[in-house]
């Protein structure tokens, strides 16, 4: 009989979590019941956002439960079905990461193409979310000036990306560190980009002001991005990396700023915006197949080494998308 | 020669501003140069939105230069003209407030009619920004819930009742003491509203949730509003009266809340939706007539109190609008 490990969220941190908050979990696989099928991971997201979800801070989206494993977007392939409609060996994704095998009714999985990408791993990008904020929800446009936070991060890094290619003329962005400042300019293409923990703020990259913001840090970073808004400039609120790495609590001071300049500030999530995934496909599909986006990648094996990952992730350690394989 | 009173701003106040600030100028009417008109101001709106204008915030509407009368809005009928169009007992509004006599291009000056209103101190009503905010900016709808902070004052008082003229189901409020949260409920007919100095919250007087969040606080008021939030809740961003009172200088700090509950904040001021002012005068002037609106009114006599009431106004001293006669 095959093992499943899987990680369990023992404790709810405050601040930055610590390795003894989880656990690595050993169980038989259960047999599928009528209707389930037996989903073997191959790749795992690993997102700071799962942050959020360790404590029970009233949102929509609901805690982890202790005692159980984390959930979150993996890609897997089918190694048993008792259901009609999907068979072993088919590609699918699902929101059943954090173990190596993922046991649940079929309608939890949702097939996908094998040939969309070069390696499945693909398919967990976070293209949907940077797409729907700055397409949908900030509206951008040719000739903007936009600034992206976390522009080394796997949202950040297509947000901006995206917005160029959508006509923006001028997209700048800020990292955690120098070298990612670099990835940010050499291999995303932004105009430019700045350590966050210099002295250079947003208002330096772009003299002429900001339109659009799409904001991944929240806390002080928020407040340096609206002093640098242009009047009627829209602020997508996607994540809150001080926050999530268990840093300040602080909001940004300047609402005036947003009164005087008539700022719009949207907080989102690309689940609310079901009906933008087929032009998503599509658009974005096509720039990765002609090349004209990038679609970075770190890949951490072994699910044993999944939580000093997600801990390493929310220190900054990585640029670009983060998978797991199992 | 008749003198001119002036009000002048001598110092830029951090936090309170103590009278020292300012001072009260006699200086002669100068004459009318062809195409200038004098005007003797009848009423001028104290609002609490000047505090911000002390100091240079670098927003759009700059700050007050030092040693030159405070600008803001007045109503007046010109006394003597050198413009054609304007003649001697024509009633206009304009934005040459904290002075007995204005005297400046015939284009400040906007006539007015004179049975508009009962009194022409109606005339500086803060019907249209409470209007643009809950109508165009908040879009409410049939059916919302709406709370409203500083709801007691010229602008929340209008925003609630507009809010419930639009269908809005319930209608709710805070106010700066008991008093006031009476007023709220039993002059303008709000359905609930509380001391915020007390231990109530929104969500409190609206456990089913806000649809529609009208803030005139910032600060801290503005962090419970989003506690209290549905979601795809709106908040229109119009005042902050923490700020404005020289209190507290503190952000939001829940942010996450926002993106987790897909809420939209839009800072807004009324003069960047000319459009709406026909269908406000229009809409608003028959509330007005049919008696479904209160236009509460408090009026200050004396320009030499004016700074006196404008820091009282600050401390919260007064309900409804705040008028000045000279």
Known sequence: MTLNREVHLMSRPSGRPVPEDFALVTRPIPSPEPGQVVVRNLF?????????????????IPAFALGRPMTGDAIGEVVESAAPGLRPGDLVRHPH???????????????????????????????????????????????DTVYVSSAAGAVGGLAGQIARLKGASRVVGSAGSPAKAEFVTGVLGFDAAYDRHSATRPRDLAPGGVDVYFDNVGGSGLEDAIDAMNPHGRIVLCGAMERQSGGGDQGPRNLLAVIGKRLTLRGFTAFDHPGVAPRFAEEFGAWVRNGEIVLHETVVDGLENGVTALLAQLDGAYVGKVVLRP
């Open 44 to 60: 795992m997201s690993l997102d700071p956002g799962t942050r959020l979800r360790m404590e029970d801070l009233g949102l929509p």
């Open 97 to 143: 990461a954090w173990r190596d095998y993922a046991v649940a009714e079929a309608a939890d999985f949702r097939p996908v193409d094998r040939d969309a990408y070069p390696s499945p791993s693909h398919h967990l990008n976070s293209g949907l979310i940077a797409y729907v904020g700055m397409v949908e929800i900030a509206a951008v446009r040719p000739g």
